[in-house]
């Protein structure tokens, strides 16, 4: 791979892994696909308009891991560290995106269809116990990545 277009691929999965690490653990909406479904429906600061105009932040979580293969498949010559690095930062934003669109989507959508009631019920309270985890675990593989990105981005070429 050419080292410019190496440079550049490193500059866009360093910067999308910050962005949805932050928004994962620091934001209101995890930036991949399926997030606005974690949204309640009377969801007050966002009209689904407004919502519309921002789906491009459905590709950062996609594009941070396509990058991330990128560098992990199509580096040559590069320090077998700085390889590994790379394959777990991949791994990591798998992980992150398979999170979302399997574990807390499905649960929230679960727990918007119960019906109102005056006290939890133990399916609901095990849904929200089970959203929380998934949700640390999704944070944790976020930020992960995002470290992993930033150590192979500093380790040096050979």
């Not at 293969?69 to 077998?80: E, H, I």
Request: charged share 20%; hydrophobic share 45%.
């Amino acid at each position: 791979m050419n080292r410019n277009f190496e440079s550049v691929l490193r500059f866009i999965n360093l910067t999308t892994s910050g962005l949805l690490a932050g928004s994962l653990g620091f934001g209101e909406a995890a930036l991949v696909p399926g997030w606005k479904e974690e949204l309640p429906r009377d969801y007050a600061r966002f009209s689904m308009e407004a919502l519309r105009e921002i789906d491009y932040f459905n590709a950062i979580g996609p594009l941070a891991l396509g990058t991330a293969v990128t560098l992990a498949v199509a580096s040559r010559g590069v320090n077998p560290m700085r390889r590994v690095l790379d394959a777990a930062t991949a791994v990591a934003l798998a992980g992150v995106v398979g999170a979302t669109v399997m574990l807390t989507v499905p649960i929230n959508k679960e727990l918007e269809a119960q019906a109102a009631a005056d006290y939890a019920s133990d399916r609901s309270h095990s849904l929200t116990k089970n959203w929380s985890r998934a949700h640390a675990v999704r944070t944790s593989l976020g930020v992960g990545a995002f470290f992993c990105a930033v150590a192979s981005s500093v380790t040096g070429r050979r």
